[in-house]
């Protein structure tokens, strides 16, 4: 077990890192915002919205990450250049990101729509019954009991997807794990550079485990 | 003020609500009672128009509440509900409760909210629970609010879905006596309760409902003492014993 090499190796594991973060932070934003779209959307009385937002949720929880990672490498940009008319590169990450949110935001849905189902119709019909408007409602009243509810549940599926990040490899992105690998193929020592990475992602897991797990407990009725 | 016509309401095959008429003029109080499943508190909800209805009218002044053009939050704001589980809002602070709607609603400012707000406040005798939040209160307390936060809106008349069904018999009274209060001061109010208490002090006119029909529609002194329908009779006289 030789660690010698890990120092010189840290600022490249830190970049590693910051990339894994960036498309955690972003992903978990725009997976949320579209995923409470998508709940909304799901719960409304217009049957075509609700069956596409449900054909929408159920496809991509039906289907591998990685898969939604490889074709989106390569349909975000042939899509993009097919509106927009001429071929327009799209990087790895961005492709990703958006395979991120869009993938991410199936599961967030289910979450967030679970949360508003949980908050008490009375709660509705005492903001109606005030004239608010249904904009209103869900966003004075109903969204933000939902989403304390929900909290911890959101927060446990961004860890998951922290760890998912992990997939990017397959396109070729340098996040964390994939710069650990090939650092540690790099100077032949692949052991101990997965053994840190494994040790890191474990580290941050599970410390977001147990805040979110003290969360849960604070905000319990 | 209020015209409930030919009210009828299904929920799929099942009717909830048969054929109901009434009126309720201004100034009067109305209580509606009856065994529980007789629709009355489907009734006055559709009143403000929280239950859709299938068949019938309902006038609030002039304006139709099942007119699928009448603009229905601004009629609802004109109309005060309390609900038998008060539902205040949990996550924000009584004053906020009191405010929200003023300002998001009606569009007043902050001053003005808080103005009105916290004189209604006082007026429940809750002034020195301004800034606590409902989960601090207990349920006459947070019932007591809950008329505040409907009154901010200056309503034109109220609605009371069994007011005190939920509370312990001790905070009983603290409600019934600003509903009183307010009856005596000339608000429109329709209230289903089984607190005849309540209604031989300050009811106009007694509605009794069964299976989703108006059984009977009688000013307070008929109904209480020459109740004509056998199963108004029925109700009072198992009612009355407490």
């Known amino acids: 077990m030789d660690l010698s090499n890990i120092v010189p190796a840290l600022p490249g594991l830190v970049e590693g890192m910051i990339l894994t973060l960036e498309l955690l932070f972003f992903a978990v934003l725009g997976g949320v915002a579209l995923g409470t779209l998508l709940a909304l959307a799901r719960m409304s009385s217009n049957p075509v919205l609700s069956k596409l937002a449900g054909f929408y949720v159920n496809y991509f929880r039906s289907i591998p990450l990685l898969l939604v990672i490889t074709w989106f490498y390569f349909m975000v940009p042939f899509i993009i250049g097919w509106i927009t008319g001429r071929p327009t590169p799209i990087g790895a990450f961005t492709s990703c990101l958006i395979a991120f949110m869009m993938f ?118 | 003020m209020i015209s409930i016509q030919n009210i009828n309401k299904w929920y799929g095959s099942f009717q909830v609500l048969t054929d109901c008429s009434t009126e309720v003029k201004k100034g009067e109080v109305i209580v509606v009672c009856g065994p529980s499943g007789s629709g009355k508190s489907t009734l006055i909800k559709c009143v403000n128009g929280l239950e859709p209805f299938q068949s019938g009218k309902i006038l609030i002044g002039d304006t139709s509440v099942g007119d699928p053009k009448t603009d229905l939050p601004k009629l609802r704001s004109k109309v005060g509900m309390v609900f038998q589980n008060f539902e205040l809002f949990p996550h924000l602070s009584i004053t906020d409760n009191l405010c929200l709607a003023q300002q998001r609603v009606l569009g007043r400012s902050m001053d003005e909210a808080m103005e009105k707000g916290l004189k209604l406040l006082d007026r429940v005798g809750l002034k020195a629970q301004a800034n606590k ?64 208490g309540f209604a031989r002090k300050v009811a106009t006119r007694v509605i009794f409902m069964d299976q989703g029909h108006i059984v009977e529609d009688a000013s307070k002194d008929e109904f209480f003492n020459q109740t004509r329908s056998e199963r108004a009779q029925l109700f009072l006289s198992k009612i009355l014993q407490h």
């Open chain 1, 104 to 221: 991410e935001a199936a599961y967030y849905c289910e979450i967030v729509r679970a949360g508003i189902q949980s908050i008490s119709k009375g709660q509705a019909n005492a903001a109606y019954a005030l004239g608010m408007t249904y904009s209103q409602a869900m966003r004075l009243i109903i969204l933000p009991q939902a989403f304390r509810k929900m909290m911890p549940l959101l927060l446990m599926q961004s860890i998951i997807l922290f760890q998912d990040t992990s997939l990017v490899y397959a396109v070729g992105l340098m996040d964390f794990l994939n710069t650990a690998r090939s650092k540690g193929d790099i100077v032949g020592q692949p052991h101990e550079f997965l053994l840190l990475a494994g040790a890191v992602y474990f580290l941050i897991s599970f410390s977001a485990s147990m805040i979110v797990k003290r969360l849960q407990k604070k905000l319990a009725v």
């Open chain 2, 133 to 196: 939040y409902p989960g601090q209160l207990s349920g006459g307390q947070q019932q007591r609010v809950a008329i505040a936060r409907a009154l901010a809106m200056d309503p034109i008349a109220m609605l009371f879905d069994e007011p005190t069904s939920a509370l312990d018999p001790e905070m009983v009274n603290e409600v019934l006596d600003v509903m009183v209060e307010l009856a005596q001061e000339g608000m429109t109010m329709m209230c289903v309760t089984h607190e005849m």
